[in-house]
């Protein structure tokens, strides 16, 4: 018999959302400094090591401070939905579990298998960072590790019509090591690994600090001239260049969202998990925005397309020894985003998983460290086989293009649980109220994240769609076939193991 579309739009009733902060069996053992430092270690990472030098030399120019005031702006609206809703439903998930109870099951599992995928590749492409910058320290100490085993069997090569891919070269096992190394790391417990991250961040965090005390006094103000370029066509440099080196530096914001999901594991998550959330993301945008000011005024943001710009920047100034430490903050910081994005994954899978929607391995929690370590090594296995082969030039826009698909769900909640749950206790609610249409909620925030995420998504899927017609076809088929796979696998298996149509079966 055929279902009604109805039947796919069943909410999860608040009352089960909350019934599962009390029957989870994780350890409350997070408190607001770590989960700041959770959510600075996710944020800063990739965001400044590679992908400024690729926003500023192919879109923005020096104008690349302001594509981080746009990313920052659509974050921060973002970051402020988001307190509200891990303030009001702390639970394991977040946008998952936030889309289950305002939207219904389908839009939660479309959004969550979004949420899957953009995790996954992050977890790659920061894979593929930490092995490029680990190959290149290991170089200057006189270690060569082969080709072979460090660079992916798919590779970015200059095309008639912008970058294309080919194959070949070898298979990155070095970045298939790192993210399982992480993996054993954050099974043994999340307090070992908090402080594993917390070691790490005061690390990356000083290593940047003193590339801007030592690159300021060396900055040419004549390298931020003509600070916005003229627009060369497409998204080349201009306006629209600037909100295209935007949409790349999206995704790196992602860790407000790894916050978020640590709701669970949280000792007081009410509190703590706004000030999680906005303090990191506060903290990062400030150091983004210093970073990419020194960036650019060391050199000339034409010879940043290098996938270590920063010590591209510090060999200007002369100090091969800075040069060095440069490399161990960046190898340190994208360690810590790919420990954080990993421990993320895990806990989206599982709640999906407690939900019936994924196999109950996801769901398994450790005797032991009381962790699920089934779903964790799943996780990070399949981010270490796309990292073996996909180039990071390649995974950055359809990271960004998922980070905007889950931001605007998260607004869209917001504005639905005020509409239909307006006395619902909210310890943290978004800031310069809204008006009503009718029974609507329309709030400024989640309203002007809306739009924001928008902008941020547009140049993303122009572009795609552009080299798709031009015969770049493999960045939309990756993306097609994941969803099509996403839909077969819901009505095949969710739709069947789903909790809670079985609780609405037996009553």
Same mark, same amino acid.
């Given at each position: 018999?055929?279902?009604?579309?109805?039947?796919?739009?069943?909410?999860?009733?608040?009352?089960?959302?909350?019934?599962?902060?009390?029957?989870?069996?994780?350890?409350?053992?997070?408190?607001? *400094?770590?989960?700041?430092?959770?959510?600075?270690?996710?944020?800063?990472?990739?965001?400044?090591?590679?992908?400024?030098?690729?926003?500023?030399?192919?879109?923005?120019?020096?104008?690349?401070?302001?594509?981080?005031?746009?990313?920052?702006?659509?974050?921060?609206?973002?970051?402020?939905?988001?307190?509200?809703?891990?303030?009001?439903?702390? *639970?394991?998930?977040?946008?998952?579990?936030?889309?289950?109870?305002?939207?219904?099951?389908?839009?939660?599992?479309?959004?969550?298998?979004?949420?899957?995928?953009?995790?996954?590749?992050?977890?790659?492409?920061?894979?593929?960072?930490?092995?490029?910058?680990?190959?290149? @320290?290991?170089?200057?100490?006189?270690?060569?590790?082969?080709?072979?085993?460090?660079?992916?069997?798919?590779?970015?090569?200059?095309?008639?019509?912008?970058?294309?891919?080919?194959?070949?070269?070898?298979?990155?096992?070095?970045?298939?090591?790192?993210?399982?190394?992480?993996?054993?790391?954050?099974?043994?417990?999340?307090?070992?690994?908090?402080?594993?991250?917390?070691?790490?961040?005061?690390?990356?965090?000083?290593?940047?600090?003193?590339?801007?005390?030592?690159?300021?006094?060396?900055?040419?103000?004549?390298?931020?001239?003509?600070?916005?370029?003229?627009?060369?066509?497409?998204?080349?440099?201009?306006?629209?260049?600037?909100?295209?080196?935007?949409?790349?530096?999206?995704?790196?914001?992602?860790?407000?969202?790894?916050?978020?999901?640590?709701?669970?594991?949280?000792?007081?998550?009410?509190?703590?998990?706004?000030?999680?959330?906005?303090?990191?993301?506060?903290?990062?945008?400030?150091?983004?925005?210093?970073?990419?000011?020194?960036?650019?005024?060391?050199?000339?943001?034409?010879?940043?397309?290098?996938?270590?710009?920063?010590?591209?920047?510090?060999?200007? =100034?002369?100090?091969?020894?800075?040069?060095?430490?440069?490399?161990?903050?960046?190898?340190?910081?994208?360690?810590?985003?790919?420990?954080?994005?990993?421990?993320?994954?895990?806990?989206?899978?599982?709640?999906?998983?407690?939900?019936?929607?994924?196999?109950?391995?996801?769901?398994?929690?450790?005797?032991?460290?009381?962790?699920?370590?089934?779903?964790?090594?799943?996780?990070?296995?399949?981010?270490? =086989?796309?990292?073996?082969?996909?180039?990071?030039?390649?995974?950055?826009?359809?990271?960004?293009?998922?980070?905007?698909?889950?931001?605007?769900?998260?607004?869209?909640?917001?504005?639905?649980?005020?509409?239909?749950?307006?006395?619902?206790?909210?310890?943290?609610?978004?800031?310069?109220?809204?008006?009503?249409?009718?029974?609507?909620?329309?709030?400024?925030?989640?309203?002007?994240?809306?739009?924001?995420?928008? @902008?941020?998504?547009?140049?993303? *899927?122009?572009? =795609?769609?552009?080299?798709?017609? *031009?015969?770049?076809?493999?960045?939309?088929?990756?993306?097609?076939?994941? =969803?099509?796979?996403?839909?077969?696998?819901?009505?095949?298996?969710?739709?069947?193991?789903?909790? @809670?149509?079985?609780?609405?079966?037996?009553?």
């Amino acid at each position: 018999m055929a279902r009604a579309p109805t039947q796919y739009l069943i909410r999860k009733p608040l009352a089960d959302v909350r019934s599962d902060i009390d029957r989870h069996g994780l350890h409350r053992a997070l408190g607001p *400094v770590h989960l700041v430092l959770i959510g600075i270690g996710c944020i800063i990472g990739a965001g400044v090591y590679v992908m400024t030098g690729t926003a500023a030399a192919n879109y923005a120019g020096p104008a690349v401070m302001l594509s981080f005031v746009f990313a920052g702006l659509a974050c921060a609206f973002t970051g402020l939905c988001y307190a509200e809703l891990s303030s009001t439903l702390p *639970v394991s998930g977040a946008s998952y579990s936030y889309a289950y109870a305002a939207l219904g099951e389908a839009f939660a599992w479309g959004l969550g298998w979004m949420l899957m995928l953009e995790l996954g590749l992050a977890g790659s492409a920061l894979a593929v960072g930490v092995s490029g910058y680990l190959v290149s @320290l290991l170089g200057d100490f006189g270690i060569h590790i082969p080709a072979v085993l460090a660079t992916p069997y798919i590779r970015p090569a200059a095309g008639e019509a912008g970058t294309a891919f080919v194959t070949g070269g070898g298979i990155n096992l070095v970045a298939t090591a790192a993210v399982l190394l992480f993996a054993f790391i954050l099974v043994r417990g999340v307090s070992q690994s908090a402080t594993i991250n917390a070691v790490m961040v005061t690390v990356k965090v000083g290593v940047l600090l003193a590339f801007i005390a030592f690159g300021l006094p060396h900055v040419d103000p004549a390298n931020w001239k003509p600070f916005i370029p003229e627009n060369e066509g497409g998204f080349t440099y201009g306006w629209a260049g600037v909100l295209r080196g935007a949409s790349i530096l999206f995704f790196a914001y992602l860790g407000f969202e790894a916050v978020a999901t640590a709701a669970l594991e949280a000792k007081k998550p009410q509190r703590d998990i706004p000030i999680g959330i906005l303090g990191a993301l506060a903290i990062a945008t400030v150091v983004y925005m210093a970073v990419a000011a020194v960036l650019t005024g060391l050199v000339s943001y034409k010879m940043l397309n290098v996938p270590d710009p920063v010590a591209v920047a510090v060999s200007a =100034i002369g100090m091969p020894v800075l040069s060095i430490v440069i490399k161990v903050g960046a190898l340190t910081g994208l360690c810590s985003v790919l420990m954080v994005n990993t421990y993320a994954h895990s806990r989206v899978c599982y709640a999906m998983s407690t939900d019936g929607l994924l196999p109950p391995l996801f769901s398994r929690v450790h005797a032991r460290f009381r962790t699920p370590h089934q779903g964790t090594w799943f996780v990070a296995l399949a981010a270490g =086989i796309a990292a073996a082969f996909l180039p990071i030039s390649m995974l950055g826009d359809l990271v960004s293009l998922g980070t905007g698909c889950v931001f605007i769900t998260v607004a869209i909640s917001v504005i639905w649980l005020r509409s239909t749950q307006p006395d619902l206790p909210r310890p943290f609610r978004v800031p310069f109220g809204g008006f009503r249409v009718g029974t609507l909620w329309l709030g400024v925030v989640p309203m002007l994240a809306l739009v924001f995420c928008v @902008l941020m998504m547009a140049p993303v *899927v122009l572009d =795609i769609i552009r080299k798709a017609m *031009v015969g770049e076809w493999l960045p939309a088929t990756i993306l097609g076939l994941y =969803i099509a796979f996403g839909i077969a696998f819901y009505l095949l298996y969710g739709v069947r193991h789903s909790r @809670l149509r079985r609780a609405l079966s037996e009553a």
